[in-house]
């Protein structure tokens, strides 16, 4: 990478954080809706991204539509069984709930997360132009598939089936195995994981701090501990 690409990749990432740390006063001044953090956190930095770098829309369309899938199947379970609980009724744009559990709100900041993940690390550690879709992504999507097949299948013929204690614990130990998976395939990916991961640390600290300020979503269920950061006090589970 040329010092002209160093220097525009590094400008790119001080304007991102530094919208991040803008938005959160305003969300806090203003008192905001679920939605509208949401779109301040994840869309508008993921726009920015995407008028400085051209993206892969194929990849990033595949990766989005079996995120979605599985965002879908985690959220289920885990307001099923009160791991967390999103936003009460007055923070919500789209009150009526799928399923009864999920609010369309909700979906959209699945949504968002995904796209700016995705563009996030694609245009700070992806400096391949890579075009094609991964061979894994067929069997992927089927797997994630079937899961949603089955879990539906279950809530119609018994939802107490899905029922079980420390969902938040349960569901984020699955959801790690893909990570380490994915390390213990790919070791050269360590360091770019690494690096995003602090990033998403710094953002999703800011978005769970005030989300919880403003009600905008809580903890009901079981779990292994507490964490208490500036008043404010969250599972164990979502700190690590």
Do not use: C
């Not at 956190?41 to 595949?62: C, N, S, V």
């Not at 885990?78 to 009864?100: C, I, R, T, Y």
């Not at 360091?191 to 403003?214: C, H, P, Q, R």
């Amino acid at each position: 990478m040329n010092l002209r690409n160093i220097y525009k990749i590094r400008t790119d990432f001080l304007v991102v954080v530094g919208m991040i740390l803008v938005f959160i006063p305003i969300i806090l001044l203003f008192h905001v809706r679920f939605l509208t953090s949401t779109i301040l956190f994840f869309a508008i930095p993921a726009a920015y991204l995407f008028f400085r770098k051209q993206k892969q829309f194929t990849r990033l369309g595949a990766t989005v539509f079996v995120g979605m899938i599985g965002a879908f199947v985690v959220d289920f379970l885990a307001e099923f069984n009160n791991a967390w609980s999103w936003a009460p009724d007055g923070q919500l744009v789209f009150p009526n709930k799928l399923f009864g559990l999920i609010p369309p709100d909700v979906l959209i900041w699945y949504f968002l997360w995904i796209v700016f993940t995705v563009v996030y690390y694609e245009h700070f550690f992806e400096h391949e132009r890579i075009k094609r879709v991964s061979r894994r992504f067929k069997s992927v999507l089927t797997f994630f598939a079937a899961t949603l097949a089955l879990l539906l299948t279950a809530f119609y013929i018994d939802p107490e089936l899905l029922r079980f204690r420390y969902a938040y614990l349960v569901i984020g130990s699955l959801g790690a195995v893909p990570f380490f998976y994915l390390i213990v395939k790919k070791p050269h990916l360590i360091g770019k994981l690494l690096k995003a991961g602090i990033f998403n640390i710094f953002l999703f600290l800011s978005f769970e701090l005030t989300a919880l300020k403003l009600d905008q979503w809580r903890f009901p269920g079981e779990y292994i501990g507490t964490v208490s950061l500036l008043g404010l006090q969250f599972p164990l589970e979502e700190f690590v």
